[in-house]
């Protein structure tokens, strides 16, 4: 668990397996997460799924463009 305005590693990996589990039909849905994430209210597990959902439609609209990666072939 890491402080309540940080997200380490395994605080997400906590928070996108506890979305898995409760989902928006669950009551009491940011509650159980942040249970689950442990070290969270339930206002920063909304938050962070709120920060999650606008990434994903900016990656999806095309707003962010993808990495050029080289080609290993090609030499560094």
Not at 28 to 51: C, F, L, M, Q
Not at 57 to 71: A, H
């Amino acid at each position: 668990m890491s402080s309540s305005g940080t997200w380490s590693v395994q605080d997400n990996k906590a928070f996108e397996s506890a979305l898995a589990v409760y989902d928006k039909d669950t009551p009491d849905r940011w509650s159980n997460i942040a249970k689950a994430v442990g070290g969270k209210t339930p206002e920063e597990v909304k938050r962070h799924y709120e920060v999650l959902v606008e990434d994903i439609n900016r990656i999806e609209s095309g707003q962010v463009p993808f990495p050029s990666y080289r080609n290993p072939k090609e030499g560094a």
